[in-house]
């Protein structure tokens, strides 16, 4: 499975942006399509995750509300539509996905096989 991830860029706080992530491969056995991110100096964390099969969406409580993943009909592209963006946003994002990832370890970034190579978001003040 391979992911490319596309979609940042400079943005001024209280804007939009939306990132994609592209899967190519054998992706029949994804369990999970998760977003990730890694600011500046600090661990990669969290952002949001959506449930192949059934289309279920968790979230990170720091981006709930202006933050919404989704995918296309055809099950190969992953969005995430940022609203409301923050400077505390700026950061690389990564799309990962895996076929051995369960809900307790959505937020767990070892629990994923396959990783997307990063797209740099930046919010100005």
């Known amino acids: 499975v391979q992911l490319q991830a596309s979609g940042g860029g400079l943005v001024q706080a209280g804007g939009s942006l939306r990132l994609s992530c592209a899967a190519s491969g054998c992706t029949i056995n994804t369990r999970f399509m998760s977003w990730f991110r890694q600011a500046p100096g600090k661990e990669q964390e969290f952002v949001a995750a959506?449930?192949?099969?059934?289309?279920?969406?968790y979230y990170a409580d720091s981006v709930k509300g202006r933050f919404t993943i989704s995918r296309d009909n055809a099950k190969t592209t992953v969005y995430l539509q940022m609203n409301s963006l923050r400077p505390e946003d700026t950061a690389i994002y990564y799309c990962?996905?895996?076929?051995?990832?369960?809900?307790?370890?959505?937020?767990?970034?070892?629990?994923?096989?396959?990783w997307g190579q990063g797209t740099q978001v930046t919010v100005s003040s």
């Open positions: 990962a996905s895996g076929p051995s990832v369960i809900h307790s370890q959505l937020a767990t970034r070892t629990a994923y096989a396959y």
């Open positions: 959506m449930k192949w099969s059934g289309g279920n969406t």
